[in-house]
């Protein structure tokens, strides 16, 4: 008997199992993966876990398929020779029935809408060797996306002439969004989404919709709300006119005494399954008149924190 243990960010432990004889050096293999209740809302990180769909791949060492086998459950049967393998698990991807050779599946790409709240893509490898005998081999899977947050923003306004004055939160979202990347690991972006403003491209992930939220004078409003996007690992940030490649921003959409003006944080160098969380944003001044230009060094400041899902790290940046 053979088994495969997969864990969703190292969160979940889920097991891929092996069992019969061989025939035809071939063995049954039955793949379990528990399912997680998924959930609508980018307000929660409920559902990060969630399984609703696995599809396995089997290939051998020369990189020809051996066996492919899907459900929309959590559970895969399918039957595949003894001897060296490496196995491939793609979670909650669309059909991917395509894939014929290792190298298909290395150069297939994963587009940022095939994800939802409580349906995020993930994917993992491991080389294994298949015989009659017992064996349970770990594969992490690892979501493609990465979580932005923002949990609390705080009407900080300094200035003696707004002392008293109440700041709209209009809407937050995000900007210069990659919209797709390879399944197998760190690609460049062929597409973009939201470029330079809220394009509504992706709402579910990207944007908070119209929250149209009264803050008061040194009030804060503590309504934590994530995002999801794919990589972005640019070198330089851009904010000219033509477009082209640049950071990606989080925006706080507002409305000061009748106009608007726009929050945009800068998060730099976004990895995949890793978190990024505005701990809390402090208002200060007014904000620029573009999404797409950083406001002014003291308009706002800020605390970012950067986590990886399974262990863990941390950074501050102050602006």
């Known amino acids: 008997m053979s088994a495969v243990c997969l864990c969703a960010g190292c969160t979940e432990k889920n097991t891929v199992t092996v069992s019969g004889s061989a ?8 793949v379990s993966i528990p ?8 307000l929660t990180t409920d559902g990060e876990n969630a399984v609703n769909s696995l599809q396995v791949f089997v290939f051998r060492k020369d990189g020809t398929l051996d066996a492919y086998g899907k459900s929309n459950a959590s ?14 698990a793609a979670v909650n991807a669309p059909d ?12 297939a790409k994963s587009e940022l809408s095939d994800n939802a709240p409580g349906n995020f893509v993930m994917t993992g490898s491991v080389p294994f060797s298949i015989s009659e005998a017992d064996n349970e081999i770990p594969v992490s899977v690892r979501r493609l996306v ?12 300094s200035a003696e002439q707004y002392a008293s004055t109440p700041i709209r939160i209009d809407k937050i979202y995000l900007t210069n969004v990659a919209g797709d990347r390879l399944y197998s690991g760190p690609s460049a972006p062929s597409v973009w989404l939201n470029k330079s403003e809220n394009a509504s ?13 009264s803050v008061s004078a040194k009030e804060t409003y503590s309504v934590p709300h994530y995002f999801y996007c794919y990589p972005n690992s640019v070198s330089s940030d851009s904010s000219e006119e033509v477009w082209t490649p640049r950071f990606t921003r989080l925006v706080v959409e507002a409305t000061i005494l009748g106009k ?60």
């Open 35 to 42: 399912v997680l209740s998924p959930v609508s809302k980018v």
């Open 23 to 30: 025939e035809d050096d071939k063995v049954p293999v039955s």
């Open 75 to 88: 559970e895969v049967q399918l039957n595949c020779t003894v001897g060296d393998k490496d196995i491939v």
């Open 146 to 157: 990465a979580r932005l947050g923002i949990r609390k923003i705080t009407n900080a306004l």
């Open 201 to 213: 491209e992706c709402p579910d992930l990207l944007s908070s919709g119209d929250l149209n939220t």
């Open 96 to 107: 991917l029935t395509y894939v014929a050779s290792m190298s298909d599946f290395r150069n």
């Open 260 to 319: 608007t003006y726009y929050y945009p944080v800068n998060m730099e160098n976004i990895e995949a399954n890793h978190t990024y969380d505005i701990e809390e944003l402090k208002i200060t001044r007014l904000g620029s008149s573009d999404p797409d230009v950083p406001v002014s060094l003291g308009s706002v400041s800020l605390t970012i924190t950067v986590s990886d899902w399974e262990t863990g790290a941390s950074s501050t940046v102050t602006i």
